[in-house]
């Protein structure tokens, strides 16, 4: 057999292995069953492709898109190693030039469609030309809980099977669930070597803020990277337009990019923010599937995304080139909110909402962590790394204390409270405010009434919020407002775990504070009552809030 070096720099072009490469071609070429899970642009095609060159027969390839399959033949052609690929996109010729290769022996590596392994034929012919090798790419699509499921990708395991051939399997989607089933149904559920590498992104400085007042963080944030290209991500489509707005009126270039618009005018925006150095877009996740800008700067969340994978993709478009980049991902209490809400109403089945609520959960925990934030990123996707220095907790170590008590208290007032009541009635009850409302119901009589004294209102509701992030409290879906416990409470409710805490306190955006009252809470009002609320902001200077009141 040839060295998988050689053949890198002689063929490929290559001056050395990607991380992870040289082990994974190694597995492969041996004729090990491989699981092999790295990032996109990691380089996986170049681990079944160097190990079919150094294997005795075909390797066939399942691969879920043509353009995928077309690419791929194209440029390994260029490089000499003789490729095809049978896709219902091939003309006659290209179909009959593939069979010629094939019964000629010719042929090194075959690209399929999973959708041929349907006819009748696909078996015969593979068994007839010598496959010794299958190599499935995007192995993802094997799976029933992803967006990307693909029916045929489930005929892969009795081709293996038939053929007892060794597999390969390759994709970029770490969670677990995921590659559980990938493990079910391509190789009968025996281990095959596993290799998880690469998801490191050095060069990304992470960073994490409590959202306090969002549109100043993020006109900061951009303020400080003047003249970069970054993009800022929204939560709503109308967000990105009022936002780009005021990163306008602050000087900047900046443009807003949803779903929403016409195909013609996102077109624009991709094509400008490709063309033009320091483009800032503001967008909804609808944007960057397509981008591959390496020159990317910095990427913001003016709110907090959807998941753990969400956030890695997302933080991912900057610094491809891997010269330093910036990331900064606001978050707070109303995000988890929403998060959950989405969540709780989605149509999915019980047993992917509670995969989807794990997935917000790890990125709660990364938001709340409280020690080196890659570290803790890569542990999620099963990489152990040592504290990086390139992220804010790294920079600053935040100030921590034993939570334990803290959180038995509050615990406490949400259970006797009968868990229908939010963080605002709660921490009054906790800091002993005898209010109308905790009046009325007696909840000055409880013994929890005044034991968080010794904290302050704005530390009770990082308090509250951190709860949140750890999942020990959830918004009740069934009744506004209203906070639950979760099991994961339970252990510290017992005294059985302990829990560590920051002791960053959210700013309340200090000076006076102008109100409008208003008694009427009629939906078609709402629009009004924020250009009077902006009116006013504008005029007094100061920060204005709609409070709506029922007296
Ligand atoms: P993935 O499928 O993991 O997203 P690809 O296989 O498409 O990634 O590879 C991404 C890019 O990296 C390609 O342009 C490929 O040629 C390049 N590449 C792969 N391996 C190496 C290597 N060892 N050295 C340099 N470039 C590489
Ligand atoms: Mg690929
Ligand atoms: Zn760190």
């Keep these: 057999m040839q060295r998988a070096e050689e053949i890198l720099s002689s063929v490929f072009g290559f001056a050395g292995f990607r991380p992870g490469q040289a082990e994974i071609v190694a597995a492969v070429a041996e004729g090990r069953n491989t699981l092999a899970i790295m990032p996109t642009g990691g380089g996986k095609s170049l681990c079944y492709q160097l190990p079919a060159l150094m294997r005795d027969g075909v390797t066939v390839v399942i691969s879920p898109l043509i353009a995928l399959m077309r690419d791929q033949v194209r440029a390994l052609r260029e490089s000499g190693v003789a490729a095809g690929a049978l896709t219902s996109g091939n003309t006659e010729e290209e179909t009959e030039e593939v069979f010629l290769a094939l019964d000629q022996g010719r042929l090194k590596l075959l690209y399929m469609a999973p959708e041929r392994l349907a006819s009748g034929g696909t078996l015969t012919l593979l068994r007839r030309i010598g496959t010794s090798l299958i190599a499935v790419d995007e192995a993802h699509c094997v799976s029933q809980w992803g967006h990307d499921f693909r029916p045929d990708y489930l005929r892969i395991g009795e081709l293996r099977r038939a053929l007892k051939v060794p597999l390969a399997a ?74 780009a707005q005021a990163l306008r009126e602050a000087g900047h270039v900046a443009c807003h990019y949803h779903g929403g618009m016409e195909a013609d005018d996102r077109r624009q925006v991709e094509i400008r923010f490709q063309r033009e150095d320091g483009l800032i877009v503001v967008a909804t996740v609808a944007f960057g599937m397509g981008i591959d800008k390496p020159d990317i700067r910095w990427v913001a969340h003016a709110d907090l995304p959807k998941s753990i994978e969400a956030y890695y993709q997302e933080i991912g478009r900057a610094g491809r080139d891997g010269a330093p980049a910036e990331t900064l991902t606001l978050y707070g209490p109303d995000d988890i909110r929403l998060r959950r809400a989405q969540i709780d109403e989605g149509l999915a089945p019980t047993e992917r909402k509670a995969a989807d609520d794990a997935r917000l959960n790890a990125l709660l925990g990364l938001a709340e962590a409280t020690c080196c934030r890659r570290r803790r990123l890569l542990a999620y996707f099963g990489e152990t790394a040592e504290p990086c220095g390139a992220c804010d907790l790294c920079d600053t170590p935040p100030d921590l204390f034993d939570g334990t008590e803290t959180v038995r208290k509050a615990l406490s007032a949400v259970l006797r409270t009968g868990e229908s009541f939010g963080a605002g009635h709660l921490i009054d009850i906790l800091t002993g405010q005898g209010t109308d409302k905790v009046r009325e119901r007696g909840h000055d009589m409880l013994p929890t009434f005044g034991v968080g004294r010794d904290q302050s209102k704005a530390e009770w509701q990082a308090i509250f919020r951190q709860m949140l992030g750890h999942d020990l409290i959830r918004p009740d879906p069934e009744r506004q407002g209203a906070l639950r416990m979760t099991d994961a409470a339970r252990p510290i409710l017992r005294g059985e775990a302990d829990i560590t805490l920051r002791r960053d306190t959210i700013r309340t955006p200090a000076g006076p504070v102008a109100r409008a009252l208003v008694s009427d809470e009629d939906a078609p009002l709402l629009s009004a009552l924020k250009a009077k609320r902006r009116a006013l902001a504008e005029a007094a200077r100061v920060p204005a809030y709609v409070i709506f009141t029922d007296r």
Excluded: M
């Design 170 to 243: 390759f994709t970029a989607t770490a969670d677990e669930e995921t590659r559980a089933e990938i493990v079910t149904r391509l190789f009968d559920g025996a281990a095959p070597a596993t290799f998880l590498r690469g998801f490191d992104r050095p060069n990304i400085h992470l960073a994490f803020a409590v959202k306090n007042q969002p549109r100043r963080q993020i006109l900061d944030f951009a303020a400080a990277r003047r003249g970069q290209s970054g993009i800022v991500y929204c939560g709503t489509r109308a967000k990105t337009e009022t936002l």
